[in-house]
């Protein structure tokens, strides 16, 4: 089992900047990608960043350009710097975890932390 624990989440204006970091415990050596996914009010859970253990990223367009992905799988921890927020940003913000490198599309990931709120306001 992997336990992930998020924190940077609260309330910014657009326009503003965030900083979200993600500690990965437990079994972590069998991790190979971490990512992060958000969920706005009535909408799905979406696939916002990756990073594998190796370093390669990935994106959803809604936030490439505007938000970064970085960390060291190897030392459980992996961030996500948000700038130039939108008030379409606004959701819940999940860190997770997968034992197998996917970041095409919308997958699911293994584990999942709790989630932390970000709010954008005008």
């Known amino acids: 089992q992997v336990q992930l624990v998020e924190s940077g989440g609260g309330l910014v204006q657009a326009g503003g900047s965030l900083r979200l970091s993600c500690a990965a415990s437990?079994?972590?050596?069998?991790?190979?990608?971490m990512g992060w996914y958000r969920q706005a009010p009535g909408k799905e859970r979406d696939l916002i960043a990756g990073?594998?253990?190796?370093?390669?990223?990935n994106y959803a367009d809604s936030v490439k350009g505007r938000f970064t992905i970085s960390g060291d799988i190897t030392k459980n921890t992996v961030d996500l710097q948000m700038n130039d927020l939108e008030l379409e940003d606004t959701a819940v913000y999940y860190c997770?975890?997968?034992?197998?490198?996917?970041?095409?599309?919308?997958?699911?990931?293994?584990?999942y932390g709790q989630g932390t709120q970000v709010t954008v306001s005008s």
């Open positions: 997770a975890a997968d034992r197998r490198v996917k970041m095409v599309g919308n997958p699911d990931y293994d584990y």
């Open positions: 437990g079994s972590v050596e069998s991790i190979r990608v």
């Open positions: 990073i594998t253990k190796d370093g390669r990223t």
